[in-house]
């Protein structure tokens, strides 16, 4: 059963740091691509990071470059989204998913979500 659990959501006021986690398992971790996505109340899902499979090498939108930083290790299946100088306009359900290379996120596997709430 492949399952991707995404933790370390929680409150921090504006200016703060959190650091998420995506525990996997049931598939091959070290050939997927792994990215980070976000979902606002009313709004459509977001890419807010990714991570490549073969050569680690990593893709930010505008609005998480220099704030959000993703990582992974294939040894433990897990991957992780940093963000530090948290925004209001960060607070969103965070979810994690893996995309075989040549595919689409929409074919890929998704976990659950973890609530941001960046508080003002």
């Known amino acids: 059963e492949v399952q991707l659990q995404a933790s370390g959501g929680g409150l921090v006021q504006t200016g703060g740091s959190l650091r998420l986690s995506c525990a996997t398992s049931g598939f091959a971790f070290d050939d997927y691509a792994i990215g980070w996505f976000h979902q606002a109340p009313g709004k459509e899902r977001e890419e807010v990071a990714c991570i490549a499979s073969s050569d680690a090498k990593t893709y930010y939108p505008a609005s998480a470059k220099g704030r959000f930083t993703i990582s992974r290790d294939d040894a433990k299946n897990t991957a992780w989204l940093q963000m530090n100088n948290l925004k209001p306009e960060d607070t969103a359900v965070y979810y994690c998913?893996?995309?075989?290379?040549?595919?689409?996120?929409?074919?890929?596997?998704w976990g659950q979500g973890t609530l941001v709430t960046v508080s003002s």
């Open positions: 998913a893996a995309q075989m290379s040549g595919s689409s996120w929409s074919a890929g596997y």
